[in-house]
Protein backbone atom coordinates (compact mmCIF):
# COMPACT_ATOMS: atom_id res chain seq x y z
CA UNK A 1 0.00 0.00 0.00
CA UNK A 2 1.27 3.40 -0.78
CA UNK A 3 0.28 6.92 -0.27
CA UNK A 4 -0.09 9.22 2.95
CA UNK A 5 -3.94 9.71 2.63
CA UNK A 6 -6.74 7.80 4.24
CA UNK A 7 -10.44 8.06 3.28
CA UNK A 8 -13.18 8.04 6.27
CA UNK A 9 -16.71 7.85 5.44
CA UNK A 10 -19.55 8.00 7.99
CA UNK A 11 -23.15 6.94 7.57
CA UNK A 12 -25.37 8.92 9.82
CA UNK A 13 -29.13 8.68 10.23
CA UNK A 14 -30.31 10.81 7.91
CA UNK A 15 -26.20 12.32 6.48
CA UNK A 16 -22.93 10.71 5.35
CA UNK A 17 -20.11 12.91 5.48
CA UNK A 18 -16.48 12.39 4.41
CA UNK A 19 -12.85 13.60 4.72
CA UNK A 20 -9.65 12.55 3.43
CA UNK A 21 -6.52 12.86 6.10
CA UNK A 22 -3.25 13.50 5.21
CA UNK A 23 -1.50 11.97 7.79
CA UNK A 24 1.81 12.83 6.86
CA UNK A 25 0.55 16.76 7.84
CA UNK A 26 -2.39 15.73 10.20
CA UNK A 27 -4.48 17.71 8.15
CA UNK A 28 -7.96 17.72 6.42
CA UNK A 29 -7.62 18.11 2.84
CA UNK A 30 -10.94 17.12 1.28
CA UNK A 31 -14.71 16.71 3.02
CA UNK A 32 -17.72 15.81 1.46
CA UNK A 33 -21.83 15.52 3.10
CA UNK A 34 -24.53 14.28 1.56
CA UNK A 35 -28.25 13.09 2.57
CA UNK A 36 -30.22 10.24 2.62
CA UNK A 37 -33.75 9.83 3.58
CA UNK A 38 -35.28 8.55 6.74
CA UNK A 39 -39.14 7.01 5.79
CA UNK A 40 -42.10 6.40 8.48
CA UNK A 41 -44.36 4.06 6.27
CA UNK A 42 -46.38 3.70 9.14
CA UNK A 43 -46.53 4.81 13.05
CA UNK A 44 -43.79 3.36 15.00
CA UNK A 45 -41.57 2.13 11.55
CA UNK A 46 -38.41 3.62 10.58
CA UNK A 47 -37.11 1.94 7.42
CA UNK A 48 -34.12 3.45 5.00
CA UNK A 49 -33.36 1.65 1.76
CA UNK A 50 -29.95 -0.04 1.29
CA UNK A 51 -29.11 1.49 -1.90
CA UNK A 52 -29.66 4.92 -0.82
CA UNK A 53 -26.86 4.57 1.64
CA UNK A 54 -24.75 3.22 -0.75
CA UNK A 55 -26.24 6.40 -3.37
CA UNK A 56 -24.68 8.41 -0.78
CA UNK A 57 -21.46 7.43 -0.21
CA UNK A 58 -20.37 7.27 -3.39
CA UNK A 59 -21.91 10.99 -3.98
CA UNK A 60 -19.54 11.51 -1.01
CA UNK A 61 -16.34 9.11 -2.12
CA UNK A 62 -16.54 10.58 -5.43
CA UNK A 63 -16.36 14.34 -4.01
CA UNK A 64 -13.49 13.67 -2.16
CA UNK A 65 -11.71 12.10 -4.63
CA UNK A 66 -12.55 15.44 -7.45
CA UNK A 67 -10.96 17.67 -4.38
CA UNK A 68 -7.46 15.50 -4.57
CA UNK A 69 -4.41 16.11 -7.07
CA UNK A 70 -3.85 12.47 -7.57
CA UNK A 71 -6.37 9.58 -5.74
CA UNK A 72 -3.75 6.95 -6.02
CA UNK A 73 -2.58 8.72 -3.01
CA UNK A 74 -5.35 6.93 -0.96
CA UNK A 75 -4.11 4.24 0.73
CA UNK A 76 -7.10 3.40 2.50
CA UNK A 77 -10.79 3.48 3.18
CA UNK A 78 -12.65 2.81 5.88
CA UNK A 79 -16.78 3.13 6.79
CA UNK A 80 -18.70 3.58 9.88
CA UNK A 81 -22.52 4.11 10.36
CA UNK A 82 -25.18 4.05 11.95
CA UNK A 83 -26.06 0.84 14.72
CA UNK A 84 -29.56 -0.94 15.11
CA UNK A 85 -30.24 -1.72 11.85
CA UNK A 86 -31.52 -4.99 10.30
CA UNK A 87 -30.55 -5.27 6.60
CA UNK A 88 -31.21 -8.49 5.07
CA UNK A 89 -29.36 -9.10 2.01
CA UNK A 90 -30.08 -12.36 -0.33
CA UNK A 91 -27.27 -14.62 -1.66
CA UNK A 92 -26.51 -12.66 -4.68
CA UNK A 93 -25.57 -9.39 -2.09
CA UNK A 94 -29.16 -7.70 -2.94
CA UNK A 95 -31.36 -6.27 -0.05
CA UNK A 96 -34.04 -8.13 0.24
CA UNK A 97 -36.04 -5.03 2.04
CA UNK A 98 -35.79 -1.92 3.06
CA UNK A 99 -33.41 -2.06 6.36
CA UNK A 100 -35.15 -1.52 9.51
CA UNK A 101 -33.26 0.83 11.72
CA UNK A 102 -32.87 1.62 15.10
CA UNK A 103 -35.51 4.08 15.31
CA UNK A 104 -38.17 1.16 14.35
CA UNK A 105 -40.39 -0.08 16.99
CA UNK A 106 -42.69 -2.28 15.55
CA UNK A 107 -41.27 -5.37 16.78
CA UNK A 108 -43.14 -5.47 20.57
CA UNK A 109 -44.28 -8.92 20.23
CA UNK A 110 -40.37 -10.44 19.36
CA UNK A 111 -39.13 -8.94 22.18
CA UNK A 112 -41.58 -10.44 24.30
CA UNK A 113 -41.20 -13.78 22.08
CA UNK A 114 -37.41 -13.64 23.34
CA UNK A 115 -38.11 -13.13 26.56
CA UNK A 116 -40.06 -16.17 26.29
CA UNK A 117 -37.70 -18.66 24.34
CA UNK A 118 -34.43 -17.50 25.85
CA UNK A 119 -34.90 -15.03 29.02
CA UNK A 120 -33.56 -11.43 29.27
CA UNK A 121 -31.25 -12.87 31.99
CA UNK A 122 -30.02 -15.20 28.71
CA UNK A 123 -29.37 -12.12 26.80
CA UNK A 124 -27.79 -9.82 29.60
CA UNK A 125 -24.92 -12.49 30.03
CA UNK A 126 -24.45 -13.02 26.58
CA UNK A 127 -24.61 -9.73 24.91
CA UNK A 128 -24.35 -7.63 28.13
CA UNK A 129 -27.37 -5.90 27.00
CA UNK A 130 -31.34 -5.67 27.25
CA UNK A 131 -34.42 -7.10 25.10
CA UNK A 132 -35.87 -3.91 22.81
CA UNK A 133 -36.51 -3.55 19.93
CA UNK A 134 -33.44 -1.53 18.93
CA UNK A 135 -31.40 -4.59 18.23
CA UNK A 136 -31.20 -6.74 14.96
CA UNK A 137 -32.73 -10.00 16.92
CA UNK A 138 -36.14 -8.66 17.14
CA UNK A 139 -36.79 -7.05 13.84
CA UNK A 140 -35.23 -10.05 12.38
CA UNK A 141 -37.88 -12.04 13.85
CA UNK A 142 -40.33 -9.50 13.08
CA UNK A 143 -39.53 -10.20 9.26
CA UNK A 144 -39.61 -14.06 10.02
CA UNK A 145 -43.05 -13.51 11.62
CA UNK A 146 -44.54 -11.06 9.33
CA UNK A 147 -42.71 -11.28 6.09
CA UNK A 148 -42.08 -15.32 5.86
CA UNK A 149 -40.92 -15.14 1.92
CA UNK A 150 -38.60 -12.60 2.33
CA UNK A 151 -36.83 -14.25 5.56
CA UNK A 152 -36.51 -17.82 3.64
CA UNK A 153 -34.26 -15.78 1.17
CA UNK A 154 -31.94 -14.46 3.60
CA UNK A 155 -28.42 -15.27 2.95
CA UNK A 156 -27.09 -12.50 5.55
CA UNK A 157 -27.57 -9.94 8.11
CA UNK A 158 -25.57 -7.15 7.44
CA UNK A 159 -25.38 -3.54 9.01
CA UNK A 160 -25.20 -0.06 6.86
CA UNK A 161 -21.34 -0.56 6.94
CA UNK A 162 -21.15 -3.94 6.18
CA UNK A 163 -23.40 -3.33 3.25
CA UNK A 164 -21.25 -0.56 1.48
CA UNK A 165 -17.99 -2.75 2.84
CA UNK A 166 -19.60 -5.60 0.49
CA UNK A 167 -20.38 -3.33 -2.49
CA UNK A 168 -16.75 -1.91 -2.02
CA UNK A 169 -15.09 -5.61 -1.74
CA UNK A 170 -17.69 -7.47 -2.54
CA UNK A 171 -17.02 -9.67 1.38
CA UNK A 172 -19.38 -10.40 3.92
CA UNK A 173 -18.10 -8.96 7.08
CA UNK A 174 -18.95 -7.28 10.32
CA UNK A 175 -17.01 -4.82 12.61
CA UNK A 176 -16.82 -5.53 16.06
CA UNK A 177 -19.18 -2.32 17.13
CA UNK A 178 -21.97 -3.40 14.58
CA UNK A 179 -21.76 -7.15 15.80
CA UNK A 180 -22.45 -5.95 19.70
CA UNK A 181 -25.73 -5.10 18.52
CA UNK A 182 -26.57 -8.45 17.87
CA UNK A 183 -27.66 -10.63 20.54
CA UNK A 184 -25.14 -13.69 19.61
CA UNK A 185 -22.55 -11.63 19.83
CA UNK A 186 -20.60 -12.66 23.64
CA UNK A 187 -19.19 -8.87 24.73
CA UNK A 188 -16.40 -10.21 26.55
CA UNK A 189 -15.22 -12.49 23.71
CA UNK A 190 -15.67 -11.00 20.71
CA UNK A 191 -16.86 -13.80 18.94
CA UNK A 192 -20.68 -15.11 18.28
CA UNK A 193 -22.06 -17.87 20.80
CA UNK A 194 -24.29 -19.51 17.97
CA UNK A 195 -25.74 -21.99 20.89
CA UNK A 196 -27.99 -18.41 21.35
CA UNK A 197 -28.38 -17.99 18.03
CA UNK A 198 -30.05 -21.37 17.76
CA UNK A 199 -32.15 -21.41 20.80
CA UNK A 200 -33.38 -17.53 19.12
CA UNK A 201 -34.41 -20.37 16.31
CA UNK A 202 -32.51 -18.48 13.69
CA UNK A 203 -29.43 -20.24 11.85
CA UNK A 204 -25.83 -18.92 12.42
CA UNK A 205 -25.39 -18.78 8.80
CA UNK A 206 -27.05 -15.70 8.20
CA UNK A 207 -24.14 -13.86 10.67
CA UNK A 208 -21.43 -12.40 8.97
CA UNK A 209 -17.76 -12.95 9.84
CA UNK A 210 -16.08 -10.43 12.07
CA UNK A 211 -13.28 -8.09 11.57
CA UNK A 212 -11.48 -6.43 14.10
CA UNK A 213 -12.27 -2.65 13.18
CA UNK A 214 -8.65 -1.97 11.93
CA UNK A 215 -8.75 -5.00 10.08
CA UNK A 216 -7.86 -4.71 6.43
CA UNK A 217 -10.90 -7.02 5.01
CA UNK A 218 -10.69 -7.04 1.40
CA UNK A 219 -9.75 -3.82 -1.47
CA UNK A 220 -12.03 -1.71 -3.72
CA UNK A 221 -13.52 -4.36 -6.81
CA UNK A 222 -12.89 -3.21 -10.53
CA UNK A 223 -16.69 -2.40 -10.52
CA UNK A 224 -16.91 0.01 -6.99
CA UNK A 225 -13.77 1.50 -8.45
CA UNK A 226 -15.65 2.92 -11.32
CA UNK A 227 -18.70 3.62 -8.73
CA UNK A 228 -16.52 5.76 -7.00
CA UNK A 229 -13.22 7.11 -8.45
CA UNK A 230 -11.47 5.15 -5.61
CA UNK A 231 -8.35 3.55 -7.48
CA UNK A 232 -9.12 -0.47 -7.96
CA UNK A 233 -6.87 -2.31 -5.63
CA UNK A 234 -7.06 0.05 -2.57
CA UNK A 235 -7.53 -1.58 1.03
CA UNK A 236 -10.82 -1.13 2.85
CA UNK A 237 -10.77 -1.55 6.77
CA UNK A 238 -13.62 -2.98 8.19
CA UNK A 239 -14.17 0.41 10.70
CA UNK A 240 -16.65 0.96 13.45
CA UNK A 241 -19.90 2.02 15.01
CA UNK A 242 -20.84 5.77 14.14
CA UNK A 243 -20.71 6.25 17.85
CA UNK A 244 -17.15 4.80 18.33
CA UNK A 245 -15.70 6.39 15.24
CA UNK A 246 -16.88 9.72 16.55
CA UNK A 247 -15.35 9.05 20.03
CA UNK A 248 -12.12 8.44 18.36
CA UNK A 249 -12.32 11.35 16.34
CA UNK A 250 -13.18 13.76 19.05
CA UNK A 251 -10.34 12.04 21.15
CA UNK A 252 -12.53 9.79 23.84
CA UNK A 253 -9.76 6.61 23.50
CA UNK A 254 -9.25 5.86 27.48
CA UNK A 255 -11.02 4.53 30.34
CA UNK A 256 -12.68 7.24 32.08
CA UNK A 257 -13.42 9.84 29.35
CA UNK A 258 -16.39 10.32 28.54
CA UNK A 259 -18.99 11.98 24.87
CA UNK A 260 -22.13 13.40 24.24
CA UNK A 261 -22.37 12.89 20.47
CA UNK A 262 -25.60 15.04 18.92
CA UNK A 263 -27.10 14.27 15.68
CA UNK A 264 -30.46 12.89 15.04
CA UNK A 265 -30.57 11.12 18.04
CA UNK A 266 -27.80 11.21 20.61
CA UNK A 267 -25.30 8.99 22.57
CA UNK A 268 -23.69 9.50 25.86
CA UNK A 269 -20.78 7.17 26.29
CA UNK A 270 -18.74 6.48 28.68
CA UNK A 271 -15.48 4.33 28.22
CA UNK A 272 -14.83 1.47 30.79
CA UNK A 273 -12.63 -1.31 30.60
CA UNK A 274 -13.76 -4.31 28.73
CA UNK A 275 -13.62 -5.96 32.29
CA UNK A 276 -15.27 -4.45 34.18
CA UNK A 277 -19.03 -5.54 35.05
CA UNK A 278 -21.61 -2.68 35.07
CA UNK A 279 -24.76 -4.93 35.62
CA UNK A 280 -26.82 -2.03 34.42
CA UNK A 281 -29.16 -2.63 31.34
CA UNK A 282 -31.11 0.81 30.78
CA UNK A 283 -27.83 2.03 29.29
CA UNK A 284 -26.47 -0.31 26.62
CA UNK A 285 -22.53 -1.73 26.10
CA UNK A 286 -20.73 -2.17 23.02
CA UNK A 287 -17.10 -2.61 21.98
CA UNK A 288 -15.17 1.22 21.01
CA UNK A 289 -13.35 0.65 17.53
CA UNK A 290 -10.22 0.31 20.35
CA UNK A 291 -9.20 -2.95 20.97
CA UNK A 292 -10.12 -3.72 25.11
CA UNK A 293 -12.81 -0.69 25.50
CA UNK A 294 -15.95 -0.79 26.20
CA UNK A 295 -18.63 1.72 25.42
CA UNK A 296 -21.69 2.18 28.40
CA UNK A 297 -23.70 3.88 25.78
CA UNK A 298 -27.13 5.59 26.25
CA UNK A 299 -28.77 5.79 22.87
CA UNK A 300 -31.70 8.56 22.71
CA UNK A 301 -33.73 8.85 19.45
CA UNK A 302 -34.81 12.33 19.14
CA UNK A 303 -32.11 14.99 19.38
CA UNK A 304 -31.63 16.88 16.30
CA UNK A 305 -34.96 15.28 15.43
CA UNK A 306 -36.70 16.91 17.69
CA UNK A 307 -35.49 20.50 16.31
CA UNK A 308 -35.93 19.38 12.61
CA UNK A 309 -39.27 18.52 13.68
CA UNK A 310 -40.21 21.99 15.09
CA UNK A 311 -38.26 23.31 11.59
CA UNK A 312 -40.35 21.48 8.93
CA UNK A 313 -43.58 22.27 10.80
CA UNK A 314 -43.46 25.20 12.43
CA UNK A 315 -40.73 27.36 10.74
CA UNK A 316 -41.56 28.61 7.82
CA UNK A 317 -40.82 31.76 8.53
CA UNK A 318 -37.38 31.22 9.61
CA UNK A 319 -36.77 29.12 6.44
CA UNK A 320 -37.66 31.96 4.16
CA UNK A 321 -35.30 34.18 6.34
CA UNK A 322 -32.79 31.84 6.05
CA UNK A 323 -32.50 31.42 2.28
CA UNK A 324 -33.21 35.69 2.24
CA UNK A 325 -29.97 35.86 4.77
CA UNK A 326 -27.69 33.40 3.31
CA UNK A 327 -28.12 32.03 7.15
CA UNK A 328 -28.72 28.54 8.94
CA UNK A 329 -32.41 28.02 9.16
CA UNK A 330 -31.29 25.80 12.55
CA UNK A 331 -29.36 28.90 14.12
CA UNK A 332 -32.31 31.21 13.44
CA UNK A 333 -34.27 29.13 15.28
CA UNK A 334 -32.47 28.38 18.20
CA UNK A 335 -31.42 32.09 18.73
CA UNK A 336 -35.28 32.94 19.80
CA UNK A 337 -34.64 30.20 22.72
CA UNK A 338 -32.03 32.76 24.16
CA UNK A 339 -34.73 35.37 24.54
CA UNK A 340 -36.69 33.02 27.64
CA UNK A 341 -35.03 32.29 30.89
CA UNK A 342 -33.46 29.09 32.26
CA UNK A 343 -36.96 27.04 32.52
CA UNK A 344 -39.02 28.33 30.11
CA UNK A 345 -40.61 29.73 32.06
CA UNK A 346 -42.19 26.29 33.22
CA UNK A 347 -42.44 24.90 30.09
CA UNK A 348 -41.17 21.14 29.62
CA UNK A 349 -41.24 18.70 26.79
CA UNK A 350 -40.74 15.04 26.71
CA UNK A 351 -38.52 14.31 23.53
CA UNK A 352 -40.61 11.30 22.74
CA UNK A 353 -41.85 11.50 19.50
CA UNK A 354 -42.67 7.97 18.27
CA UNK A 355 -40.83 6.26 21.38
CA UNK A 356 -38.07 6.19 23.65
CA UNK A 357 -34.56 5.01 24.13
CA UNK A 358 -32.67 4.84 27.13
CA UNK A 359 -33.28 4.80 30.14
CA UNK A 360 -36.91 4.31 29.57
CA UNK A 361 -37.11 1.86 26.58
CA UNK A 362 -41.13 2.69 26.18
CA UNK A 363 -41.72 1.65 22.92
CA UNK A 364 -44.79 3.80 23.26
CA UNK A 365 -44.00 7.04 24.59
CA UNK A 366 -44.59 10.20 22.94
CA UNK A 367 -43.78 13.75 22.85
CA UNK A 368 -45.55 15.83 25.35
CA UNK A 369 -45.35 19.84 26.10
CA UNK A 370 -46.57 20.24 29.32
CA UNK A 371 -47.50 23.40 31.28
CA UNK A 372 -48.78 25.74 28.43
CA UNK A 373 -49.72 29.03 29.70
CA UNK A 374 -51.53 31.97 28.14
CA UNK A 375 -48.01 33.91 28.26
CA UNK A 376 -46.05 30.94 26.55
CA UNK A 377 -44.82 31.59 23.18
CA UNK A 378 -42.86 30.09 20.14
CA UNK A 379 -39.56 30.85 21.92
CA UNK A 380 -41.06 29.56 24.66
CA UNK A 381 -41.45 26.01 23.05
CA UNK A 382 -37.85 26.28 21.36
CA UNK A 383 -36.30 26.79 24.87
CA UNK A 384 -38.39 23.55 26.17
CA UNK A 385 -37.44 21.26 22.99
CA UNK A 386 -33.57 22.27 23.86
CA UNK A 387 -33.60 21.47 27.86
CA UNK A 388 -36.04 18.41 27.20
CA UNK A 389 -33.36 16.90 25.25
CA UNK A 390 -30.65 18.08 27.80
CA UNK A 391 -33.33 16.70 30.57
CA UNK A 392 -32.96 13.00 28.48
CA UNK A 393 -29.44 13.21 28.40
CA UNK A 394 -29.25 14.30 32.44
CA UNK A 395 -31.66 11.32 33.16
CA UNK A 396 -28.85 9.11 31.50
CA UNK A 397 -25.97 11.13 33.21
CA UNK A 398 -26.97 10.21 36.65
CA UNK A 399 -27.82 6.55 36.16
CA UNK A 400 -24.47 6.21 34.34
CA UNK A 401 -22.79 7.27 37.56
CA UNK A 402 -24.73 5.85 40.07
CA UNK A 403 -24.03 2.52 38.16
CA UNK A 404 -20.00 2.92 38.70
CA UNK A 405 -19.40 4.41 35.61
CA UNK A 406 -16.00 7.25 36.51
CA UNK A 407 -16.64 10.51 34.61
CA UNK A 408 -15.61 14.27 35.14
CA UNK A 409 -17.09 15.91 31.74
CA UNK A 410 -18.03 15.50 28.52
CA UNK A 411 -16.52 15.82 25.32
CA UNK A 412 -19.11 16.97 22.49
CA UNK A 413 -19.50 16.55 18.81
CA UNK A 414 -22.07 16.99 16.36
CA UNK A 415 -23.96 19.78 14.80
CA UNK A 416 -26.35 20.73 17.75
CA UNK A 417 -23.39 21.52 19.46
CA UNK A 418 -22.16 24.10 17.26
CA UNK A 419 -24.69 26.03 19.07
CA UNK A 420 -23.39 27.95 22.26
CA UNK A 421 -26.92 28.22 23.70
CA UNK A 422 -27.25 24.56 23.53
CA UNK A 423 -24.03 23.08 25.31
CA UNK A 424 -24.61 25.94 28.09
CA UNK A 425 -28.14 24.73 28.70
CA UNK A 426 -26.53 21.15 28.74
CA UNK A 427 -24.09 21.80 30.96
CA UNK A 428 -26.31 24.10 33.30
CA UNK A 429 -28.69 20.73 33.48
CA UNK A 430 -26.42 17.95 33.89
CA UNK A 431 -24.41 19.62 36.30
CA UNK A 432 -21.32 18.59 33.67
CA UNK A 433 -18.47 20.44 32.36
CA UNK A 434 -18.60 20.18 28.59
CA UNK A 435 -15.63 19.91 26.33
CA UNK A 436 -15.54 20.89 22.48
CA UNK A 437 -12.92 19.82 20.66
CA UNK A 438 -11.44 21.13 17.36
CA UNK A 439 -12.40 18.96 14.91
CA UNK A 440 -15.12 19.57 12.43
CA UNK A 441 -16.44 16.12 12.26
CA UNK A 442 -15.38 13.59 14.64
CA UNK A 443 -16.60 10.64 12.88
CA UNK A 444 -14.94 10.63 9.51
CA UNK A 445 -12.15 11.96 11.20
CA UNK A 446 -11.98 8.55 13.33
CA UNK A 447 -12.58 6.67 10.17
CA UNK A 448 -9.60 8.49 8.40
CA UNK A 449 -7.58 7.31 11.99
CA UNK A 450 -8.93 3.44 11.91
CA UNK A 451 -7.92 2.87 8.01
CA UNK A 452 -4.47 5.20 8.53
CA UNK A 453 -3.82 2.48 11.31
CA UNK A 454 -5.28 -0.62 9.67
CA UNK A 455 -2.85 0.63 6.41
CA UNK A 456 0.34 0.72 8.95
CA UNK A 457 0.60 4.72 8.65
CA UNK A 458 -0.11 4.84 12.58
CA UNK A 459 0.60 2.39 15.02
CA UNK A 460 -2.44 2.17 16.95
CA UNK A 461 -5.52 4.85 17.03
CA UNK A 462 -4.56 6.56 19.69
CA UNK A 463 -1.00 7.67 18.20
CA UNK A 464 -2.49 10.53 16.01
CA UNK A 465 -5.33 12.07 18.02
CA UNK A 466 -3.57 14.61 20.47
CA UNK A 467 -2.49 16.62 16.96
CA UNK A 468 -6.12 16.11 15.73
CA UNK A 469 -8.17 16.49 18.29
CA UNK A 470 -7.25 19.75 20.39
CA UNK A 471 -9.26 20.84 23.07
CA UNK A 472 -10.78 24.50 21.53
CA UNK A 473 -13.03 25.42 24.08
CA UNK A 474 -14.56 24.19 27.80
CA UNK A 475 -18.49 25.22 28.84
CA UNK A 476 -18.61 24.93 32.80
CA UNK A 477 -21.85 24.58 34.38
CA UNK A 478 -23.90 27.67 36.35
CA UNK A 479 -24.39 25.36 39.43
CA UNK A 480 -27.59 27.79 40.71
CA UNK A 481 -29.02 26.92 37.27
CA UNK A 482 -28.02 23.71 38.00
CA UNK A 483 -30.43 23.61 41.11
CA UNK A 484 -32.77 25.21 39.80
CA UNK A 485 -32.83 22.46 36.85
CA UNK A 486 -32.65 19.78 39.20
CA UNK A 487 -35.88 20.77 40.45
CA UNK A 488 -37.84 20.80 37.17
CA UNK A 489 -35.77 17.68 36.46
CA UNK A 490 -37.96 15.87 38.74
CA UNK A 491 -41.29 17.34 37.78
CA UNK A 492 -40.12 16.83 34.27
CA UNK A 493 -39.28 12.99 35.11
CA UNK A 494 -42.65 12.48 37.33
CA UNK A 495 -44.81 13.56 34.21
CA UNK A 496 -43.59 10.46 32.29
CA UNK A 497 -44.05 8.28 35.04
CA UNK A 498 -47.79 10.09 35.68
CA UNK A 499 -48.35 9.29 31.64
CA UNK A 500 -46.62 6.45 30.91
CA UNK A 501 -49.83 4.11 31.44
CA UNK A 502 -51.99 6.33 29.53
CA UNK A 503 -49.19 6.37 26.44
CA UNK A 504 -49.62 2.85 26.08
CA UNK A 505 -53.44 3.41 25.74
CA UNK A 506 -52.73 5.96 23.22
CA UNK A 507 -50.27 3.94 20.80
CA UNK A 508 -53.06 1.44 20.92
CA UNK A 509 -55.76 3.95 20.24
CA UNK A 510 -53.62 5.24 17.49
CA UNK A 511 -52.92 1.96 15.81
CA UNK A 512 -56.41 0.96 15.93
CA UNK A 513 -57.50 4.67 14.24
CA UNK A 514 -55.34 6.92 13.16
CA UNK A 515 -53.61 6.23 9.77
CA UNK A 516 -50.99 9.30 9.25
CA UNK A 517 -49.67 9.43 6.20
CA UNK A 518 -46.08 8.51 5.51
CA UNK A 519 -43.21 10.83 6.05
CA UNK A 520 -39.29 11.49 5.56
CA UNK A 521 -36.51 13.16 6.90
CA UNK A 522 -33.78 14.20 5.43
CA UNK A 523 -30.62 16.07 6.89
CA UNK A 524 -32.29 16.17 10.46
CA UNK A 525 -30.19 19.61 11.68
CA UNK A 526 -27.59 18.94 9.12
CA UNK A 527 -26.46 16.68 11.88
CA UNK A 528 -25.80 12.98 12.37
Known amino acids: MSGQLTLGVDIGTTNVKACVLDTS ?15 HPRPGWAEQHPDEYWDAVKACIRSCVSQLPNAEGIAAVSISGLVGVTL ?3 DFGQPLRPAMIWMDSRSHAECDEIRERVGEKRVNAVNGNRVASWFIEPKL ?11 RRIHKILSPTGYCNLRLTGEYTINPGDAGLFY ?3 HRVGKWDHSLTADLGLDPAIYPTIMASEHVIGAVTAESAAETGLPKGTAVVAGGTDISAAALGAGVTEAGQAYYSMGTGSNLGIIIPREQEIPEYRIL ?43 NVFDLVTEQAGRIAAGAD ?31 TRAHFIRALIEGVA ?18 EL ?24 VLTDVDEAAPLGDAIIAATGAGLYRDMREPVKDLAPTKHVIEPDQDRHAMYGEFFEAWNQIYLDLEGSMSRHRQLVSRYSRPGPTEMVGAGGNN
Do not use: C
Request: glycine letters at 8%; proline letters at 7%.
Open 25 to 39: TATIVASAAAEHPLH
Open 184 to 186: PYE
Open 346 to 376: GLLYLPYLGNSLAPRWDMSASGVFFGVQPFT
Open 285 to 327: KWPHVIDGLTLFDAPMAFTGASLKWFRDKFADPEVVMAERMGR
Open 88 to 90: AVD
Open 141 to 151: LWIRNHEPDTF
Open 411 to 434: ILNGGPTKSALWNQITADITGRRL
Open 391 to 408: FDLYSNVRIAAEAGAEFD
